[in-house]
Nanobody, 125 residues
Framework: VQLQASGGGLVQAGASLRLSCAAS????????MGWFRRAPGGEREFVAS????????DYADPVKGRFTISRDNSKNTAYLQMNDLKPEDTAVYYC???????????????????WGQGTLVTVSS
């Protein structure tokens, strides 16, 4: 599967953005999806994950209550809705996929096989 992330941009603190991750090559419904980010000078960190059907999701503590991961398997697309953005959310955001048959989520980057190219989110104060 090929993943294409989009939707990043420059926004002010408190604004919202929605990132999209479009899949091609194979049906998204077979993949657990995750979002990760890498801040300038930092390491890649987990943001959110969603199970195959969307019935289960998991979030990193810094984004809980502000970010929502979702998926539309009919459109072969996963999303990350980001509200109340903060300057510390500035990062390149990557979507990732893991072929799965279970209803679980994964929070480690090593659990994912397929990665999108990243989309830059910059939040100004």
């Amino acid at each position: 599967v090929q993943l294409q992330a989009s939707g990043g941009g420059l926004v002010q603190a408190g604004a919202s953005l929605r990132l999209s991750c479009a899949a091609s090559g194979r049906a998204l419904r077979s993949y657990v999806m995750g979002w990760f980010r890498r801040a300038p000078g930092g390491e890649r960190e987990f943001v959110a994950s969603i199970s195959l059907t969307g019935g289960r999701s998991d979030y990193a503590d810094p984004v809980k209550g502000r970010f929502t991961i979702s998926r539309d398997n009919s459109k072969n697309t996963a999303y990350l809705q980001m509200n109340d953005l903060k300057p510390e959310d500035t990062a390149v955001y990557y979507c990732a996929g893991r072929l799965s048959v279970t209803g679980t989520t994964y929070s480690s980057s090593s659990d994912y096989t397929y990665w999108g190219q990243g989309t830059l989110v910059t939040v100004s104060s």
